[in-house]
């Protein structure tokens, strides 16, 4: 299987990328082909919804990194979320490339895909994550796709505190059990 993962986070050696890696690892050992972009070192501009596109009619207006990506969209099997929680919702450096699925919207719910989420939070109360799932689900419901799995990583502000967990494990699992 294809894998495609949107990495939100600016950080290149903090939680959330530990979970990719755990992930990752699992993914590889099962077989499956990766591809990663890590949003928040890209260029990436906000959707506009100035409707160039005609949600798959035509190219986004803006050509910048974003391009790759949906060309790598259009041929994944699967596509991993990965984010912080960054006040109360996704990063807005995943949010970004979330939004410029617009530009391909007939063709995503033409050939639904799977997907899974792997999302980070500083606070332990499980409520903070409340509005990355709703982004998550919304969207996976839209698009008719399948969710198949969810790391939700709370309480977990430092890589120290990830390894005090089981998160990782379960990101490795979620990755070879695909």
Request: hydrophobic share 35%.
């Amino acid at each position: 299987m294809k894998i495609l993962i949107l990495n939100g986070s600016p950080h290149r050696s903090g939680c959330t990328m530990s979970l990719i890696d755990s992930f990752v690892k699992g993914a590889r050992e099962a077989g499956h082909a990766i591809e990663r972009y890590d949003c928040a070192m890209l260029k990436i501009h906000g959707c506009t919804a100035c409707e160039h596109c005609g949600n798959g009619l035509h190219p986004c207006v803006f050509n910048d990194d974003m391009t790759e990506i949906l060309q790598h969209l259009q041929t994944c099997d699967m596509v991993v979320f990965a984010t912080p929680v960054y006040y109360y919702g996704p990063t807005a450096q995943i949010k970004a490339a979330l939004d410029r699925f617009y530009s391909i919207d007939n063709w995503l719910r033409e050939h639904p895909k799977k997907a899974a989420l792997l999302t980070v939070a500083g606070d332990a109360d499980e409520k903070v994550f409340a509005g990355v799932l709703g982004t998550y689900e919304g969207n996976l419901q839209y698009l008719h796709w399948q969710d198949c799995g969810r790391i939700t990583a709370a309480g977990c502000l430092t890589v120290e505190d990830l390894r005090k967990t089981s998160y990782q494990e379960d990101a490795y699992q979620l990755g070879r059990q695909l």
